[in-house]
């Protein structure tokens, strides 16, 4: 097929109109009520003092509080994980020497936060002299302290058949002249649970192009989830 | 909707939910058919739909106009919705469930039935989204937005935070690739 066919083809489709009168009535009260509840939250203390009896307000923020901790606000664990974490001495070290909580999971009756340095934590294409890491801490809930504290070094996510040819096509280098594609050591990464089970997955996918120009060698970095060019290096000549 | 009337709606929507119900109510047909072609399960797209709306208003008092307007905005969070749910493999809203959901929402009913069934008739359709489906996420990103959303070039870069040299690149690329498959 030809590419006016095919964008004619895409322009001239029949798209389906498909509507859904109910969720979309029924989502809009739900969001508008939550907007309104969220408002109204400050205005239940008042309300409390008019019912009557003390005991019964008490007993009913008692009910609200638990409810809230156990059903609305899940997260809450992590801002417990986060208090101890941040008591710990290596780990309050961290912090004051420019690291920050990159991202954070609760699995298990444990917490991880995954702790890095605050600037860009992308690689440069040479890896040269400094060995950059980030840090995962495990902060165990019920005994309320730091378990324990690991070392990341930067991972490699291995690359596909169909990543290796994206990459090509996003970096624009002629089959012929590739001479290897492979997968960058990264420090964008991000905790993920999996089938109870957690993992380290990347933000973003990168590719190292190595390919040659007549007697040149050159690196190009390309961001397959960005779809761009990031650098492109001169590495001598043949 | 013109530019100046939305701003003056979005300004009163951070604080006011009914000023934000007239902007929900323009843009829920585009999303959610937005996020229907990209995904083509109805009960899905019906979740992520509720996510991005539910993140719109969350973080609406955050939002200003700096270079990006509303409509790519709303776009972006719903974009990004469904990359989680390509990237897991299935779909669990999280904010969503802080919010007592109507039982319209949370049960399979007549209407998400008889809209699946509508959606299995759009044969051709379906057809060719089997093929753009294999394409990397990026790809079909832009051939969604620009041939199906009928997006401008520019509105585009707006949405995926790229330059609008970059979007064209990454349509001819993805027309390429999809013309192969074909």
Not at chain 1, 55 to 84: D, E, H, T
């Amino acid at each position: 097929m030809k590419e006016e066919e095919l964008i004619k083809k895409l322009e001239k489709i029949k798209i389906p109109e498909i509507e859904l009168p109910s969720h979309r009535e029924g989502l809009k009260a739900a969001l508008i009520e939550w907007k309104y509840f969220r408002k109204k939250g400050w205005e239940i203390f008042p309300f409390f003092k008019r019912i009557g009896t003390l005991a019964g307000s008490l007993a009913l923020i008692l009910l609200i509080f638990l409810i809230a901790k156990n059903f609305l606000f899940p997260k809450n664990n992590l801002i417990v994980a986060q208090k101890i974490a941040l008591k710990n001495p290596e780990i309050e070290n961290l912090i004051k020497e420019g690291g920050e909580i990159k991202d954070a999971e609760v699995l298990n009756s444990k917490a991880y936060f995954l702790i890095g340095k605050k600037e860009a934590e992308k690689l440069p294409l040479k890896a040269e002299g400094k060995k950059e890491e980030m840090n995962l801490a495990e902060i165990n809930l019920k005994e309320k302290k730091v378990s324990k504290i690991e070392k990341v070094s930067p991972q490699i996510f291995p690359l596909s058949e169909e990543e290796k040819k994206l990459a090509q096509e996003i970096g624009r280098v002629e089959k012929e002249k590739i001479l290897k594609i492979e997968s960058l050591p990264t420090l964008e990464i991000e905790l993920e649970k999996e089938n109870k089970e957690l993992k380290l997955k990347p933000k973003e996918k990168r590719a190292l192009i190595i390919y040659k120009e007549g007697n040149e060698k050159w690196a190009k970095r390309v961001n397959l989830t960005k779809g761009e060019i990031e650098e492109i290096e001169f590495l001598g000549k043949e | 909707m013109n530019l100046e009337n939305e701003k003056e709606l979005v300004e009163k929507a951070k604080k006011d939910p009914q000023a934000f119900s007239k902007i929900y109510d323009f843009y829920y047909p585009q999303i959610f058919g937005y996020v229907l072609k990209r995904v083509v399960d109805v009960e899905v797209a019906r979740d992520i739909t509720s996510e991005t709306f539910f993140k719109c208003l969350k973080n609406i008092e955050k939002f200003k106009w700096r270079g990006t307007s509303f409509s790519s905005w709303l776009y972006k969070i719903a974009s990004n919705e469904i990359v989680n749910f390509f990237r897991k493999g299935k779909y669990k809203p999280v904010s969503f469930e802080k919010i007592s959901e109507p039982s319209s929402l949370s049960n399979p009913s007549q209407e998400i039935i008889e809209a699946e069934e509508k959606m299995k008739k759009e044969e051709e359709f379906l057809e060719l989204h089997q093929k753009i489906k294999k394409l990397p996420q990026i790809y079909q990103e832009v051939i969604v937005l620009k041939f199906f959303e009928k997006k401008k070039t520019k509105e585009i870069a707006e949405i995926l935070g790229k330059s609008e040299g970059a979007v064209k690149s990454l349509v001819h690329r993805a027309i390429e690739r999809l013309r192969k498959m074909m």
